[in-house]
C-alpha cells in the first residue's frame, strides 16, 4: 500500500492548487481517504475525508476550509484530488494523503495507517 501526494506549490491569497493523491498496491476506490495539513510550528490536523464508494462516498470537510476545499476521486487513475480555492496564508503547511486501510469504511475513520510523503502548500504574496 503506498500513497503519493503531489500539486504543492506557491500561491498568492485567493488563488487555487489542486493536490493529487495517487495509490499504488490497492483500489483506492474501496477506502477511505483523508487529508491532513501541518503548519508550521502546529501539530497536524483534519482537512478532509472521502468514504469508499462501497459505503456512500461522502465526504467531510472541517469548518474552516468548507467551501473552499472539495475533494473527488478519479477512479481511472486510482487518485484522489483536493481542489484548494480560495487560498489563504493560513492554509500554508504541509499536506499529506493517507488512509486507514480498511474495506468499505466510511468517514471519519478511526485511524490512519498509511501515509503519503507530504506536499507543501505556501500561501504567500
Known amino acids: 500500500v503506498q500513497l503519493q501526494a503531489s500539486g504543492g506549490g506557491l500561491v498568492q491569497p485567493g488563488g487555487s492548487l489542486r493536490l493529487s493523491c495517487a495509490a499504488s498496491?490497492?483500489?483506492?476506490?474501496?477506502?477511505?481517504i483523508g487529508w491532513f495539513r501541518q503548519a508550521p510550528g502546529k501539530e497536524r490536523e483534519g482537512v478532509s475525508c472521502?468514504?469508499?464508494?462501497?459505503?456512500?462516498?461522502?465526504?467531510y470537510y472541517v469548518d474552516s476550509v468548507k467551501g473552499r476545499f472539495t475533494m473527488a476521486r478519479d477512479n481511472a487513475k486510482n487518485t484522489v484530488y483536493l481542489q484548494l480555492n480560495s487560498l489563504k496564508p493560513e492554509d500554508t503547511g504541509v499536506y499529506y494523503c493517507a488512509t486507514d486501510g480498511v474495506y468499505g469504511g466510511s468517514c471519519p475513520a478511526l485511524r490512519y495507517d498509511y501515509w503519503g510523503q507530504g506536499t507543501l502548500v505556501t500561501v504567500s504574496s
Open positions: 498496491g490497492f483500489t483506492l476506490d474501496y477506502f477511505v
Open positions: 472521502i468514504s469508499s464508494s462501497d459505503s456512500d462516498g461522502s465526504t
